[in-house]
């Protein structure tokens, strides 16, 4: 294998590791866009919000927000983020770094929401606090699942690496294990 070809690979062990810790935080980002709930059974925003429910999720998201900035930050201090495979699962963890970043202020706001009494308890104000409410949470979630498919963008293009290491190690790449057949001496 050339020296060039060689600096291009990220190293088998190193990439199966980098996948498991991806697909890992991944599926956090991923339960957490679909099992942290703001409406009820029937739909609606409870008539009283659980503010500490509401904050756990704020504080949920920002300990992925963190998982995912530290294994950016970690893959980026490696010499394989460099190379082409690297620098395209790079793009990709640095977008999910932005992502799940960006979901924490979204759930932060839902919380804060759920706080505020409206001046006046007509019906008009409670819908308003209600639809803010809705559409912050959602957008939240959004930004989670989002992150978490940047995640998996990552892991495919890691995987991808992985095809491209089994393709240059190959017996058609290599040298023939098997010699070639010696004449014989006879003709026919």
Sequence with gaps: MTPDI???LIPRATTLHLIDALNAVRGKLSGGSEQWELLDDTGHVPASPSFTALLR???DAQALARDVVQLTAD???TTSSTNRAGSAVLAHLASAVTLSSQAVPHFAETA???LSLPRSHSEND??????RMVIE????RSYLRRASESLGDAVQELTDHLDF????LTP?????PVPPPKPDGRHR
Excluded: W
């Design 137 to 140: 949470h959602a957008t939240a």
């Design 165 to 168: 290491h089994r393709f240059l």
């Design 6 to 8: 060689q600096r291009e």
């Design 57 to 59: 999720h704020v504080t």
């Design 172 to 176: 058609s790449h290599r040298q023939s």
């Design 126 to 131: 409670r819908y308003s606090r209600d639809n």
């Design 112 to 114: 804060q929401t759920a």
């Design 75 to 77: 893959f980026a201090r």
